[in-house]
């Protein structure tokens, strides 16, 4: 049996991950999820399989290197998805010393326990052994044009205390790649959205202030650019680059999905009101008259949009849920899931969300 440790599992992107793997293998493999459980983190995401024999939660902090040890001494771990990481830009321009200790030490802490675990006498590494570093393309920066794209091969520019904070874990692992031979990949996404996403980020964000009429907060003229990318999707790339990807190599994964922020608030406002019945008080609430914009972000990078060339040439990967799908799904699942929603928008969330968008 296949053992993963997955690394930060229980926030958006791991549970994610973690759903589609067992959907996928089922009794197959093994997953350990580790997890500090920081704001972001909430093990209501993996109620569905907390039950499964080979599945197993440990509460712990990937910089402490003692737990990240002691899980390679007990377990036989064969691939490392590391996804664990403080991924809020805002948050991050208030507080960077937090994102540089959790993204930059945490992965080296996470690579060199790896490491000891995995290495051979002669400096080699155990078959069949893989990392992959889960990283964003706001490490290359802003795009100005329309027409430019990110590459692998893109320079990196990062403009955030938190895009700065990964390119730095990038670069730890672009460095034990080349230094030890340490067998790792990593991939760069774009913005993922879907099933339990934490409501900082601009998706659930929008959803739900908009189904109890709620300011719609938007920064700036609202035309920043993103490429959206449905969560299963990157989930499947994911596995797909640790079974298929050249060793060394980083596979950038993007969902053919560019919007601007204006338009996306607009989007789910219009599904939102086809989805919801006549009978359902809350359509009566959500309404464009609801937009408000607010001060820009500092930093704000204008547009972000990967070229996936490499990983589709490559491994065969494209994504498949185009944006107007993906959108009706993501809204479906908060639909279905409003105890969740009402769980963790409460208390320390509520202050911080009051405090960042002056709503009090």
């Known amino acids: 049996m296949r053992t993963y440790l997955v690394t930060g599992g229980a926030g958006f992107i791991g549970s994610n991950y973690i759903h589609y793997m067992f959907k996928k293998y089922g009794d197959e493999i093994r997953i350990i999820n580790l997890d500090a459980l920081t704001y972001a983190g909430n093990l209501e995401n993996l109620k569905e399989v907390e039950g499964r024999e080979n599945y197993t939660f440990i509460r712990g902090d990937i910089c402490d290197k003692d737990t990240v040890s002691s899980i390679f001494a007990q377990y036989d771990i064969d691939r490392v998805v590391h996804f664990a990481a403080e991924s809020h830009v805002d948050r991050s321009i208030r507080n960077p010393e937090v994102f540089v200790q959790t993204n930059v030490l945490g992965t080296a802490v996470m690579l060199n326990c790896a490491k000891q675990a995995w290495e051979l006498p002669d400096g080699s590494f155990q078959e069949g052994k893989r990392f992959l570093h889960v990283s964003t393309d706001e490490v290359y920066g802003s795009l100005e ?61 929008i959803i739900n202030n908009a189904l109890q009429g709620k300011k719609l907060p938007v920064y700036g003229d609202g035309k920043n650019v993103r490429d959206w990318l449905y969560v299963e999707d990157h989930a499947k790339a994911i596995d797909m680059v640790q079974e298929k990807g050249r060793l060394f190599e980083t596979y950038n994964v993007g969902g053919h999905n560019e919007k601007q922020n204006i338009e996306i ?25 609801l937009i408000t914009y607010v001060e820009d972000r500092k930093g704000h990078d204008r547009r972000y949009a990967i070229a996936p060339d490499k990983i589709r040439e490559e491994i065969g990967w494209e994504p498949e849920t185009m944006f107007k799908e993906g959108i009706r799904l993501t809204i479906q699942w908060f639909f279905e899931h409003e105890d969740w929603m009402r769980s963790v928008t409460s208390g320390d969330y509520q202050k911080y969300y009051e405090e960042m968008y002056n709503t009090k």
């Open 145 to 205: 044009e329309e027409g430019e794209y990110f590459y692998e091969t893109t320079p990196y520019d990062p403009h955030s205390p938190y895009s700065a904070s990964k390119a730095g874990s990038d670069m730890l692992v672009k460095a034990y790649m080349d230094t030890y031979k340490f067998p790792a990949n990593i991939t760069n996404c774009s913005n993922n959205y879907g099933p339990y996403q934490f409501p900082e980020k601009l998706i659930p964000l």
């Open 265 to 289: 608030v607009n989007i789910i406002i219009e599904t939102l009101q086809e989805m919801l019945p006549e009978s359902d008080p809350r359509k009566q609430l959500v309404s464009k008259e």
